[in-house]
């Protein structure tokens, strides 16, 4: 039997596990941590339980794809319930939107706010989200590419989304659409994911749209750091070894620079046909590579924004009309953008997002207290903050955010993560949102999921393709697999590993 070691027991790592275990392969999976998760951790503090990771939850069926690779049920090993509405759009001006599941629903909500104009838009909006997403997911998404030239392999599916207007941008494509600056701003801040302003994004990222929006948003029992521990079960169902608590400190190679496995921390070495890693790329090449030159884009590469988190335990109830998952949207937009992203300083009239899992799941706090995730985007290390001086300041703006809308701010227990904490914790520049999707960083242009110098040695996570969010890592993963099944054709026997002839390794 042929045996794989993927490095990282994230939802990247747990993907590639679950697909790779369920097709033949012996995977042991080592994480660092002494908990599956990766980012999407959990802390436990004073009685209230934090998800350190994403808070949203789309796409249902691409986690039911890696649990049933493994097969495994996704019903039993993680419940869980969908968010209606998804979330809850508050504006300067205190009026409020709530993204409600279903198109008549939706369409009913949009009328009442906005008019008989934006309501009637939202249908073709719809039928254009859905034919983005129907010739994206298949096509330029869920799918391993070997060069550029592998576009030119679905010419039909390339002309349709042009036709669509998929390289045009997101913010004017919605702007004909809907005359009501509120939707316009609800239906494209989704591309603060990609770490574009919703100005410069393509319109082909409408998908992550269509995600949030038409798909609807979930939470599973207990969290959502209970994914990763449903994935980490399949994967052990499925066969996979997980080692928890154990540091990968190199990728061992053999004689001809192929992949011989990988050496532990207090120097043990466990021997594999195939590596695949989901560390952050530079922090794999600098830390396990460091005699390879990585991608350009590694290098010198355009990376998102990133994010304050303050996860906040707090005594007191929760103002009317508040949901599991809350937008504030403020006053200032396309401003707010430019500082942020092409100044790289802080937003001078930052949108949040507060969630409050306790609202769904009340044992995630103790009785008369909430649990708050807050979340105001910030640059990267790239940019001009001082976070030593920095980090006090904004606790104290997000306090003062949370008082004047209502919310609980008698703290009990806090955490407070800066881009320095998610720089230490291996994500680069101190984001952990990865590379932008600029389109020199998209598709086949993004950094590629499989090293040709190293045979073997193959890479998952939102750093390649396809890109950033809860279901690309998923679809990463899938990906991975998809390329060590084919370097290792026939699972179910040891073999040494044959380097992959060219353009065979595509869908």
């Given at each position: 039997m042929s045996s794989v070691v993927v490095i990282g027991g994230g939802l990247a790592g747990l993907a590639t596990a679950?697909?790779?275990?369920?097709?033949?392969?012996?995977?042991?999976?080592?994480?660092?941590?002494?908990?599956?998760?990766?980012?999407?951790?959990?802390?436990?503090?004073?009685?209230?339980?934090?998800?350190?990771g994403p808070t949203v939850l789309t796409m249902r069926n691409l986690l039911d794809d890696v649990v049933s690779a493994a097969g495994g049920d996704l019903d039993t090993l993680l419940p869980m319930r969908?968010?209606?509405?998804?979330?809850?759009?508050?504006?300067?001006?205190?009026?409020?939107?709530?993204?409600?599941?279903?198109?008549?629903?939706?369409?009913?909500?949009?009328a009442r706010v906005a008019g008989a104009h934006d309501a009637a838009a939202f249908d073709g909006f719809v039928d254009w989200l859905r034919d983005l997403y129907d010739v994206e997911m298949p096509h330029f998404i869920d799918r391993n590419f070997d060069s550029p030239l592998d576009l030119l392999s679905s010419p039909?599916?390339?002309?349709?989304?042009?036709?669509?207007?998929?390289?045009?941008?997101?913010?004017?494509?919605?702007?004909?659409?809907?005359?009501?600056?509120?939707?316009?701003?609800?239906?494209?801040?989704?591309?603060?994911?990609?770490?574009?302003?919703p100005s410069d994004a393509l319109a082909l990222y409408a998908v992550i749209t269509y995600m949030d929006c038409i798909e609807g948003v979930w939470f599973p029992e207990g969290g959502m750091s209970q994914v990763p521990v449903a994935l980490a079960q399949a994967a052990s169902d499925g066969g996979a070894e997980l080692r928890y608590g154990t540091t990968v400190t190199r990728v061992l190679r053999r004689g001809d620079g192929g992949v011989a496995g990988v050496e532990l921390e207090g120097g043990e070495q466990l021997r594999a046909d195939a590596v695949v890693c989901t560390l952050d790329l530079p922090v794999a090449y600098s830390q396990l590579l460091p005699d390879l030159?990585?991608?350009?884009?590694?290098?010198?590469?355009?990376?998102?924004?990133?994010?304050?988190?303050w996860h906040v335990g707090a005594r007191g109830s929760l103002p009317e009309g508040v949901h599991h998952h809350n937008?504030?949207?403020?006053?200032?937009?396309?401003?707010?953008?430019?500082?942020?992203?092409?100044?790289?300083?802080?937003?001078?009239?930052?949108?949040?997002?507060?969630?409050?899992?306790?609202?769904?799941?009340?044992?995630?706090?103790?009785?008369?207290?909430?649990?708050?995730?807050?979340?105001?985007?910030?640059?990267?290390?790239?940019g001009v903050v001082d976070w030593r001086t920095q980090r006090p300041k904004i606790r104290e703006?997000?306090?003062?955010?949370?008082?004047?809308?209502?919310?609980?701010?008698?703290?009990?227990?806090?955490?407070?993560?800066?881009?320095?904490?998610?720089?230490?914790?291996?994500?680069?520049?101190?984001?952990?949102?990865?590379?932008?999707?600029?389109?020199?960083?998209t598709g086949p242009?993004?950094?590629?999921?499989?090293?040709?110098?190293?045979?073997?040695?193959?890479?998952?996570?939102?750093?390649?393709?396809?890109?950033?969010?809860?279901?690309?890592?998923?679809?990463?993963?899938?990906?991975?697999?998809?390329?060590?099944?084919?370097?290792?054709?026939?699972?179910?026997?040891?073999?040494?590993?044959?380097?992959?002839?060219?353009?065979?390794?595509?869908?």
């Open positions: 679950c697909h790779l275990s369920g097709s033949g392969h012996e995977v042991t999976v080592v994480e660092r941590e002494p908990i599956p998760g990766g980012r999407a951790g959990r802390i436990h503090r004073e009685g209230f339980t934090f998800d350190t969908r968010l209606d509405p998804g979330y809850r759009a508050r504006y300067a001006d205190g009026s409020e939107i709530l993204v409600k599941f279903g198109h008549d629903a939706m369409r009913e909500e949009i039909g599916a390339a002309a349709r989304l042009v036709r669509l207007g998929g390289f045009g941008r997101l913010g004017p494509a919605i702007r004909r659409r809907f005359d009501d600056d509120r939707l316009q701003r609800l239906f494209t801040f989704q591309a603060m994911y990609a770490g574009l302003p030159k990585p991608h350009r884009a590694v290098r010198k590469g355009v990376y998102s924004p990133s994010a304050v988190v937008i504030h949207f403020a006053d200032a937009w396309d401003s707010s953008f430019d500082a942020l992203i092409k100044r790289g300083e802080m937003m001078p009239d930052p949108s949040r997002l507060v969630t409050v899992p306790s609202l769904s799941d009340p044992s995630l706090a103790p009785e008369g207290a909430h649990t708050l995730y807050v979340l105001e985007p910030v640059p990267n290390l790239d703006s997000l306090l003062r955010f949370l008082d004047r809308e209502g919310y609980p701010t008698d703290v009990v227990a806090e955490e407070l993560v800066d881009p320095v904490d998610w720089q230490r914790m291996g994500m680069e520049r101190g984001t952990p949102f990865a590379l932008a999707h600029t389109f020199p960083q242009f993004r950094p590629p999921n499989v090293e040709k110098r190293v045979p073997g040695l193959f890479f998952a996570g939102s750093g390649t393709t396809p890109g950033v969010g809860v279901p690309m890592v998923l679809v990463s993963g899938r990906l991975a697999a998809e390329r060590v099944t084919t370097f290792l054709p026939a699972a179910g026997r040891s073999r040494r590993p044959q380097r992959p002839a060219a353009g065979t390794v595509g869908r």
